[in-house]
């Protein structure tokens, strides 16, 4: 079976830190970009970070550079999504989603997501 579990969001202050994780599983985990999306509540979903887990390459959106870091265990197929200095506005539920290599495209291009977790939580408090 196929999954992917996403954990660790909650309730935090501005300024706090909080780690989502990522366990996928059912898949050849090296296979995939993983990826974190948002979504606020009234607004259109945004991508937020990916990382391609075969050759490394990562993707941030403007808004969180320099605060957000994506990594992966990859003995563990656990991608994770350090967020730090949070701010009210990165408040909504996040998920991660799968997108399987292809030869023809470039990596994290958004193209065809696979997989996608039941999201999580976060909320920051001002």
């Known amino acids: 079976e196929v999954q992917l579990v996403e954990s660790g969001g909650g309730l935090v202050q501005a300024g706090g830190s909080l780690r989502l994780s990522c366990a996928a599983s059912?898949?050849?985990?090296?296979?995939?970009?993983i990826y974190w999306f948002r979504q606020a509540p009234g607004k259109e979903r945004e991508g937020v970070s990916c990382?391609?887990?075969?050759?490394?390459?990562?993707y941030y959106t403007d808004s969180v550079k320099g605060r957000f870091t994506i990594s992966s265990d990859n003995a563990k197929n656990t991608v994770y999504l350090q967020m730090n200095s949070l701010k009210p506005e990165d408040t909504a539920v996040y998920y991660c989603?799968?997108?399987?290599?292809?030869?023809?495209?470039?990596?994290?291009?958004?193209?065809?997501?696979?997989?996608w977790g039941q999201g999580t939580q976060v909320t920051v408090s001002s």
């Open positions: 989603a799968a997108e399987k290599f292809a030869f023809d495209r470039p990596v994290c291009g958004g193209y065809e997501y696979d997989y």
């Open positions: 059912g898949f050849t985990f090296d296979d995939y970009a």
């Open positions: 990382l391609s887990i075969s050759d490394g390459y990562i």
